[in-house]
């Protein structure tokens, strides 16, 4: 056996032994564990799950063992995460610290920040939230306004960030902010670690059209900042901002692979709400060719995923393919949502109560949901914007 | 899996690019066109290919072949495709050295796989019988004679069959129409008594016949495999064809966008490039994903031939699919962002446009795969 073989079955049988039965169905929202200073496991099995990643370090395996991790290789971690996906294993920690600001601070971090962040985000002590966007800066990201002066060893921030995601339950946000009006608009942009719990911070949840409550307004009103949570060059935030958007955008092309999420799948799905002939074929024609023109989708953007990895590790490829992994696993995202609650028919119209089952409410709340796929961290359009400039070499628009 | 060329594989195409840009450009194909070309493809540029080892690139080495693996079929018909080469390359060395090579005994393929290699020897896969791809509702029947085989009935759409000196023939020699079982693979001469051939005139000034078998006598040594029982390897060498095709309509795909690509940004109006309209954009980079995805799902195709064979139907009905729908996508898109000059004749676009309407119904549409993909899938 090849070693990638050996530390394949080895990681199987770990998963195996140590994934409770209960973390190997599929999740609902209610069912996520965030951490945290306020964290609390939504159940006994979820603790015990977390903490046995945690000890194995699995939890973020391609860190380096200070900061938390395993320090294994892209390659390993892919591993671990194939298998969990096969086996169904929940993800033990929900982390916009691991997907995002984690991976930011290893490329742009002093030693102290990393010291003092990576091993609370790795072991689910700390939560965190994005402040990037503002009421007058979405899109155009780079025209934000919220300022930050400097005085003595402190930032002075004043401003709002909208659409922040969870603000009103993390300890800490990363935050884009202004710190020199004079200069162009994406030079006069630095980036800050903030703590949630300081003085002069509002935050005023937002609902959603699924009914969730995931995002608010936070206000800043002189809310002062130690220097020394300046990441990267002062002035300097809007490379940091990139590199981390990256990361975003890698993890959103990525939603409708993580299948431990869903309420259904699709075919199962097909299965339950569809006539099915004696062969065990969804009757619709049209149905079934739906629902094979998503699976088929699916399938090439796995194999195109798959080819993106083949292809960085051989240094070959134009390594212009990955821009075009959040458009099409976001966009296809949003149609499996819609195809499931097609499916459904009148059962996939029910909000509450108990006419509908569980997986029915979710999934409708799902495609309700999803819709942001294709909004949030960078829309559809801004990837199409960015693909016909970077790897078409169309004259800018902006 | 192997989703990346190798060096050996990206030099393979390279040359192929170089060669079919000498030897075999559009131009080529609008002089076949011009002059009613009676074959349909320049036996000069055959023999060249074959001298390169086009020819026998899968075939085994023992046979003659360069034993090269299907990827790199797979890379020549992408460039072929590029260049809308006409060649013997797909029905002669994919389809009908395929269906030797899997169904045929070692006599046979010791016999005929070296010929097909050299280039000298010319096959045709004679399988369609109506105007719809339907492999299991093959009915020409083969009946017992007292000295082999007697062949009687109507093939359609045969890829150069009327060029071929030997034609594979798929007929029934049990069960009924629409059953997998019961189908048998015969070798026939194309110059047997009784076999009529009838070239057609196709919008893609390619190669395609009808054949009109009557009472078409088979010895039993021609039979490839046992009497009745030739459905795997039939969807075997389906299988590779269409991976080969899709490569094919990559390229193909690939040329017209590229060409499209550099008219956006050198026509302009309203005092600016085209390409700067956001309009036009979007739909150009919608192009680039859909291109993309289809190169992933040819490599996986290609490389299954070989090293994963079980995956091969599911990844061969998903390639033939997603080529079907990328190519009409891209030819027509093609057209409209030419704006007048693209529904001419003198522009090239059209004859990609035209080669890929013939591609698109070669082997299977998208429907006919998303439901073979449906059902291999098990729903
Ligand atoms: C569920 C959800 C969670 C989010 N979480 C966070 C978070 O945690 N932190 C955070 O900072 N932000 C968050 N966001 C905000 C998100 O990043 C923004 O919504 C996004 O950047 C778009 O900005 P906007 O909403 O102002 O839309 P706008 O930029 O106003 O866009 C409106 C429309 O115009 C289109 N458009 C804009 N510019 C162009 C252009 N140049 N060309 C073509 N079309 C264009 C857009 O595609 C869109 O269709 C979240 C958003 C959602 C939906």
């Known amino acids: 056996m090849s070693d990638t073989a050996v530390f394949r079955a080895t990681a199987r049988s770990w998963l195996e032994e140590n994934c409770p039965a209960s973390q190997r169905q599929p999740i609902t929202p209610g069912e996520q564990y965030w951490g945290g200073r306020n964290g609390s496991f939504p159940s006994e099995d979820a603790r015990i799950w977390f903490e046995r990643m945690r000890e194995q370090r699995w939890v973020v395996p391609e860190w380096p063992l200070a900061y938390g991790g395993a320090g294994l290789g892209e390659q390993e971690a892919r591993i671990i995460k194939d298998e969990m996906r096969k086996l169904g294993c929940r993800s033990p920690l929900y982390s916009l610290g691991i997907w995002m600001l984690g991976p930011a601070l290893l490329e742009f971090g002093s030693e102290a920040q990393k010291d003092e962040h990576l091993p609370a985000i790795a072991q689910g002590r700390a939560r965190w939230c994005q402040g990037y966007s503002e009421p007058g800066a979405g899109s155009d990201l780079a025209s934000l306004q919220t300022r930050a002066e400097i005085d003595g060893d402190h930032f002075v921030l004043n401003g709002s960030k909208i659409w922040t995601s969870q603000a009103d339950r993390a300890d800490w946000i990363f935050c884009l902010v202004r710190t020199d009006p004079a200069a162009r608009k ?136 990955a821009l075009v992994m959040k458009y099409c696993g976001t966009e296809e995202e949003k149609r499996r949502q819609e195809l499931m609650v097609a499916m459904m028919g009148s059962q996939g119209l029910g909000w509450e109560g108990e006419d509908f089952s569980g997986p029915e409410i979710d999934t409708v709340r799902g495609m309700l949901g999803s819709k942001a796929l294709s909004i949030a961290g960078g829309s559809s359009e801004i990837q199409l914007n960015i693909i016909a400039k970077r790897a078409l070499g169309l004259p800018g628009v902006t | 899996m192997s989703l990346v ?91 009908g050295a395929g269906a030797i090579a899997l169904a045929g005994s070692d006599a046979q393929k010791q016999k005929l796989l070296p010929l097909v290699a050299t280039g000298e020897l010319r096959l045709a896969l004679a399988l369609e019988e109506t105007h719809r791809h339907d492999p299991a509702g093959v009915g020409i029947a083969a009946t017992r004679s007292a000295r082999g085989w007697e062949l009687s009935g109507v093939k359609q759409f045969v890829i150069d069959g009327h060029s071929a000196e030997q034609l594979v023939v798929v007929a029934r020699t049990g069960g009924a129409p629409g059953e997998q079982g019961g189908l048998s693979l015969f070798l026939v001469d194309a110059g047997a008594p009784g076999l009529e051939r009838h070239r057609l005139a196709l919008l ?47 390229g193909g795909a690939e040329e017209c966008f590229e060409r499209t690509l550099a008219y956006l940004k050198q026509r302009e109006q309203f005092g600016a490039v085209i390409g700067s309209f956001q309009a036009l954009q979007h739909r150009a980079a919608q192009m680039f994903a859909e291109l993309e995805l289809l190169r992933s799902a040819v490599r996986a195709a290609c490389d299954a031939v070989e090293a994963s064979p079980s995956m091969l139907p599911l990844l061969a009905s998903l390639v033939k699919a997603r080529a079907n729908d990328c190519a009409e996508l891209l030819t027509n898109e093609a057209v409209q962002l030419h704006g ?8 090239d676009i059209g004859l990609f446009l035209k080669r890929a309407r013939v591609c698109m119904q070669l082997l299977g549409d998208s429907a006919f795969h998303r439901a073979r993909y449906a059902s291999l899938r098990g729903f």
Request: glycine content about 10%.
């Open chain 1, 186 to 321: 994406q030079e006069g942009i630095s980036f800050l670690l903030i703590d949630m719990a300081s003085p002069g911070i509002t935050v005023r949840p937002i609902e959603l059209i699924s009914g969730a409550s995931e995002f608010c307004q936070t206000f800043f009103d002189n809310v002062r900042v130690p220097r020394g949570n300046l990441v990267g060059p002062l002035h300097g935030g809007w490379g940091v901002a990139k590199a981390l958007l990256k990361h975003e955008r890698k993890l959103m092309s990525e939603i409708g692979i993580e299948s431990a999420t869903r309420a259904y799948g699709a075919i199962e799905c097909a299965k339950r709400y569809l006539p099915v002939n004696a062969t065990g074929q969804v009757a619709d024609a049209v149905m079934r060719d739906r629902l094979a023109r998503h699976e088929m989708q699916m399938h090439a953007i796995g194999l195109t995923q798959q080819r993106i990895i083949e292809e960085s590790k051989a240094r070959a490829g134009s390594g212009l393919t």
């Open chain 2, 340 to 347: 007048g000059i693209g529904t001419t004749d003198e522009l």
């Open chain 2, 5 to 95: 060329p190798t060096d050996e594989q990206r030099q393979l195409a390279d040359t192929a690019r170089e060669f079919l840009r000498e030897y075999a450009p559009v131009t080529a194909l609008r002089q076949l066109r011009e002059t009613h070309d009676p074959l349909g493809y320049s036996m000069d540029l055959w023999s060249r290919m074959a001298e390169l080892g086009w020819a026998g690139i899968t075939i085994p080495e023992q046979y003659g072949g360069l034993d090269f693996g299907f990827a790199g079929t797979g890379l020549l018909m992408q460039e072929c495709g590029r260049t809308l080469a006409a060649s013997p390359l797909f029905a002669s060395c994919v389809l």
């Open chain 2, 204 to 250: 893609d000034s390619r190669n395609a016949a009808r054949l009109e078998f009557r009472s078409v006598h088979v010895d039993d040594a021609m039979r490839l495999g046992e009497a009745g029982e030739a459905w795997p390897a039939l969807q075997q060498v389906l299988d590779r064809g269409r991976a080969a095709l899709a490569a094919e309509m990559l």
